[in-house]
């Protein structure tokens, strides 16, 4: 008979890093490679792992990420499928989650409920392809409290991460260290460090003591990478699952393994580039594995004029539905569903999200522009870092960030 297993999506994160992008909604939330959430990339793993009972905790400006999932993801109810969200309810006290580790010590009703063998607890704003039963088997195998997905990193980048460190079986965890100076390498790869992925499998007694014995603890930060993994560690109970080792179906020898955590506006837009390549970091045109999100009722992008240099076109970019660019140039970019690109405008090197509109002979260069943004005509972004500045927010690496309806000056 086949383990029970409930999986829970932990996405309460603030996103303060992605501001102005976090201004309006959760992190999760973000939109992300034109018509997908980056909620969506952890949901499709788990369905199309056949993982069907799933669980959603929300909390920080919530109701965009709780609308996109009870609009998008409807299962099945005949078999007891669901996917929801479920808000901070304070079961436990007059107070909001306190971490992630409390915010399963206050949802324990929906393990109560569900009474699984297994819990999958995982991070809702990652990037990523990663089949999770294979992970299951792996932990179920080992006899562990808790697996953690480890990804190989240099070990010159240890003090980025929440390293992993394992003894000498190469399986067992040791020590769980958050940005280490002094990482020591893997066993078979000196020169690398295992990098938490923020993706966990318990066994569903040892999740309950752990998050019920930390919730005592009054110094606690009650979070699961910074309280419970330790714990679990402490006790000899952690194991590590070599994220090398998931082999996704339909994957490429160039995407494999690809994880991105895009906890910063740099990282947000750096993974938006690795789609666009001809044989892109990250591909999204892999249909045996598919990422779902919602469908709505939009046209075939639209592209017209052809006089001159009025040429509507788009090179080396992602065009959603409903789009049209008209008599302009797109390269480099990410296009969003309903966008509207004018003639004799150039966007380069660019994300625009749902709605944007830009003018006639405007400008916009290594930008991310927000859900209806209208740049006027003539306008300049990215042209003039000094001049953006005193605008708009503007990235260490110089992307130039709109956030949402913002008003652009001409």
């Not at 003090?159 to 990482?183: C, L, S, W, Y």
């Not at 569903?337 to 006639?360: D, F, N, Q, Y």
């Amino acid at each position: 008979m086949a383990a029970k297993v409930l999986a829970i999506v932990l996405a309460g994160g603030e996103g303060k890093r992605l501001m102005p992008l976090t201004a309006d909604r959760a992190k999760p939330a973000v939109p992300f490679g034109g018509m997908y959430r980056m909620v969506d990339f952890v949901l499709s793993n788990l369905a199309n792992a056949g993982y069907l009972k799933i669980v959603v905790l929300t909390q920080y400006k919530s109701h965009s990420l709780d609308r996109h999932i009870t609009k998008t993801w409807r299962m099945s109810t005949l078999l007891g499928n669901y996917v929801t969200p479920v808000p901070a309810q304070q079961r436990r006290g007059p107070w909001w989650f306190a971490g992630s580790a409390d915010a399963i010590y206050q949802s324990f009703n929906l393990i109560h409920d569900e009474q699984p063998d297994y819990v999958i607890v995982f991070g809702a704003d990652h990037i990523y392809r990663m089949d999770p039963r294979q992970m299951v088997e792996d932990h179920i195998a080992s006899g562990a409290a808790v697996t953690v997905a480890g990804i190989r990193q240099p070990l010159s980048m240890a003090d980025q991460f929440g390293v992993i460190e394992v003894g000498e079986d190469g399986r067992r965890i040791r020590a769980f260290r958050e940005k280490p100076t002094d990482a020591v390498g893997l066993p078979d790869a000196p020169n690398e460090i295992y990098a938490s992925m923020g993706n966990y499998v318990f066994t569903t007694r040892a999740l309950c003591e752990a998050v019920e014995r930390d919730a005592e603890d009054k110094t606690s930060k009650h979070d699961m990478g910074g309280s419970i993994i330790p714990m679990l560690v402490e006790r000899g109970e952690a194991n590590v699952y070599d994220f090398r080792d998931n082999e996704v179906p339909g994957s490429t020898d160039r995407d494999r393994g690809y994880w991105r955590d895009v906890g910063t506006l740099d990282s947000f837009y750096d993974a938006h580039m690795d789609l666009i390549n001809v044989h892109p970091v990250f591909n999204m045109y892999n249909f045996d594995w598919p990422i779902y999100t919602e469908q709505l009722p939009w046209p075939p992008a639209k592209f017209v004029h052809q006089w001159g240099e009025r040429v509507g076109r788009a090179v080396g970019s992602m065009v959603s539905p409903g789009v049209v660019i008209s008599g302009s140039l797109v390269e480099n970019s990410i296009v969003s569903p309903k966008v509207r690109v004018h003639s004799w405008a150039h966007v380069e090197g660019s994300v625009l999200m749902e709605g944007v509109e830009i003018g006639r002979h405007a400008v916009v260069r290594r930008a991310i522009l927000d859900k209806n943004v209208f740049v006027p005509e003539g306008a300049e972004i990215g042209v003039d870092l000094e001049k953006d500045r005193q605008r708009y927010t503007v990235s260490d690496n110089g992307v130039v960030v709109i956030g949402k309806g913002q008003k652009i000056e001409p």
